[in-house]
């Protein structure tokens, strides 16, 4: 089952550190901080950036999180690429 949480205009840039600082924002909100599973997105770089952000957010906090290993590449992006 999905459900959409929350849904941010990013006005400013879309850096990856700016991106983790909305997922961050929502995971508060809502109490999710330490029960991410795996982050799903394409290849954009400013993706590995958030996700180095959100694992540096993590790490502050004690929480367990691999931006190496919890980050699931979206397969129909990987196909188009491919």
């Given at each position: 089952?999905?459900?959409?949480?929350?849904?941010?205009?990013?006005?400013?840039?879309?850096?990856?550190?700016?991106?983790?600082?909305?997922?961050?924002?929502?995971?508060?909100?809502?109490?999710?901080?330490?029960?991410?599973?795996?982050?799903?997105?394409?290849?954009?770089?400013?993706?590995?950036?958030?996700?180095?952000?959100?694992?540096?957010?993590?790490?502050?906090?004690?929480?367990?999180?691999?931006?190496?290993?919890?980050?699931?590449?979206?397969?129909?992006?990987?196909?188009?690429?491919a």
């Amino acid at each position: 089952e999905e459900l959409l949480i929350d849904f941010h205009e990013i006005i400013s840039e879309h850096s990856g550190a700016n991106l983790a600082e909305a997922v961050w924002n929502t995971l508060e909100l809502y109490g999710l901080k330490n029960r991410i599973m795996a982050v799903v997105c394409d290849n954009a770089s400013n993706n590995d950036t958030l996700l180095q952000t959100l694992g540096e957010k993590c790490a502050n906090e004690g929480i367990d999180f691999s931006d190496k290993h919890l980050r699931i590449h979206c397969l129909p992006h990987i196909v188009h690429f491919a």
